[in-house]
């Protein structure tokens, strides 16, 4: 019995008209409502400085020291409820100088509406202290200790925000 082969690597056979068939030809969409809340003033200016760039449907704010109102960044407050309930995710943006209160809030609220939530630690000055992180930890089923200006960024457009 002989072996026939295919003349073609698999980088050969990929660039086919027959695998053309397979491909997508459009551009991916805008896949994810994202909101990104900021917990304390030295998050604010990071989450203020990534807003800076393009983003699809992702939203920037940050929050009541209850958790209940968000204030965008113009400074419009918005009720916390109305403004993740349709959204796919919400990211956490922290420093040591967070309020576990708004936190639970927050988190509380994804929790009960299934929404996929992510934690980012940024470092101030020093290292972080065990009480922000179990204020942050049991809300933020993605957490990111430490994280910086840039992280925010790359998972913002990893999720294609």
């Given at each position: 019995?002989?072996i026939?082969?295919?003349?073609?690597?698999?980088?050969?056979?990929?660039?086919?008209?027959e695998e053309a068939a397979y491909?997508?030809?459009?551009?991916?969409?805008?896949?994810?409502?994202?909101?990104?809340?900021?917990?304390?003033?030295?998050?604010?200016?990071?989450?203020?400085?990534?807003?800076?760039?393009?983003?699809?449907?992702?939203?920037?704010?940050t929050?009541?020291?209850?958790?209940?109102?968000l204030?965008?960044l113009?400074?419009e407050?918005?009720?916390m409820?109305?403004?993740?309930?349709?959204?796919?995710s919400?990211?956490?943006v922290?420093?040591d100088?967070i309020?576990p209160?708004?936190?639970a809030?927050?988190?509380a609220?994804?929790?009960?509406r299934?929404?996929?939530?992510?934690?980012?630690?940024?470092?101030?000055?020093g290292?972080?202290?065990?009480?922000t992180?179990?204020?942050?930890?049991p809300?933020?089923r993605?957490?990111l200790?430490?994280?910086?200006?840039?992280?925010?960024?790359?998972l913002?457009?990893?999720?294609?925000a």
């Amino acid at each position: 019995m002989a072996i026939v082969s295919n003349p073609l690597s698999a980088s050969a056979r990929a660039a086919t008209t027959e695998e053309a068939a397979y491909r997508i030809d459009y551009p991916l969409a805008f896949a994810r409502s994202t909101r990104v809340i900021a917990f304390d003033d030295s998050a604010a200016q990071t989450v203020a400085s990534v807003a800076e760039s393009t983003w699809g449907q992702a939203q920037f704010y940050t929050v009541s020291a209850a958790g209940d109102t968000l204030v965008t960044l113009s400074g419009e407050s918005r009720a916390m409820i109305a403004e993740i309930e349709h959204s796919d995710s919400v990211i956490f943006v922290a420093t040591d100088a967070i309020d576990p209160d708004a936190v639970a809030s927050v988190g509380a609220a994804c929790r009960e509406r299934s929404i996929m939530t992510a934690g980012l630690l940024l470092l101030n000055e020093g290292p972080l202290s065990g009480a922000t992180l179990a204020a942050i930890r049991p809300y933020a089923r993605v957490l990111l200790v430490p994280a910086d200006e840039d992280d925010l960024f790359e998972l913002l457009k990893a999720i294609r925000a």
